[in-house]
């Protein structure tokens, strides 16, 4: 019964190559995110999506495509994968109503491009 | 850039009481304050939020004073299963946020002896 859950945890390929990222929550919530968490641990907002419509989007380059069929999923593709790209990715959502709308994440994928 | 400031480290043993500062100069006034504790490998968890005054829950409380400038984490009696990386995050939600406001800053590694 993850409360957010992302596929795969550990996804390592070769420069140029296209992957996608998967995230599923099962709390309710209306809003998800994209961070992604550089080696200095510093977590970067990146995408975030409030039922189904795209309301924060990030100096990301274009190469990073969010996809939200629906509220309880938001993935992320990336194309012509670079090294530079190689770096933590989490996902979290959140419920935005009231004052108490903690983020809650995912266990992160760890992308690795050699 | 993160619009949070916090040490970078602190060493404490267990049993005693550790306490996080975190400054926030350019808090705004529909900001709320909420930590998040991350340990390897997982993605960041929340603790506590707060907009005012002092707020306690069953892990930790939260003291922030009047000009709401600064706030502090303080985790009791911490044990070494409390060795982890905590965040200071102050935002609005998804739609005050502006760019970095959702971006975590590189939090405080607490590393707890026996």
């Known amino acids: 019964d993850t409360a957010v859950s992302q596929t795969p945890k550990y996804l390592v390929t070769q420069m140029g190559n296209d992957k996608s990222i998967k995230c599923e929550q099962n709390?309710?919530?209306?809003?998800m995110y994209w961070y992604k968490q550089d080696s200095k641990k510093f977590l970067k907002i990146m995408f975030s999506y409030n039922n189904k419509e795209l309301i924060i989007n990030e100096t990301v380059p274009n190469r990073f495509s969010p996809k939200s069929p629906d509220k309880a999923h938001l993935n992320l593709h990336i194309n012509s994968l670079e090294l530079g790209d190689s770096a933590v990715y989490f996902c979290?959502?959140?419920?935005?109503?009231?004052?108490?709308?903690?983020?809650?994440f995912g266990s992160g994928t760890r992308l690795t491009v050699v | 850039l993160a619009k949070t400031t916090q040490p970078i480290s602190m060493d404490s043993y267990e049993g005693q009481e550790v306490n996080i500062t975190c400054s926030h100069n350019?808090?705004?006034?529909?900001?709320?304050i909420t930590w998040y504790q991350q340990f390897p490998s997982q993605g960041p968890r929340f603790i506590i939020q707060?907009?005012?005054t002092k707020v306690t829950n069953e892990v930790a409380s939260l003291f922030i004073p009047a000009d709401r400038k600064s706030s502090t984490l303080s985790l009791p009696r911490v044990s070494l299963s409390d060795t982890a990386v905590y965040y200071c995050?102050?935002?609005?939600?998804?739609?005050?946020?502006?760019?970095?406001?959702?971006?975590f800053g590189g939090g405080t590694r607490v590393l707890v002896k026996p």
């Open positions: 979290a959502s959140s419920q935005v109503a009231g004052y108490n709308y903690g983020y809650t």
């Open positions: 707060g907009y005012k």
């Open positions: 350019n808090i705004a006034t529909n900001d709320y």
């Open positions: 995050l102050v935002d609005g939600g998804p739609y005050k946020a502006a760019g970095n406001k959702l971006t």
């Open positions: 709390l309710g919530h209306d809003t």
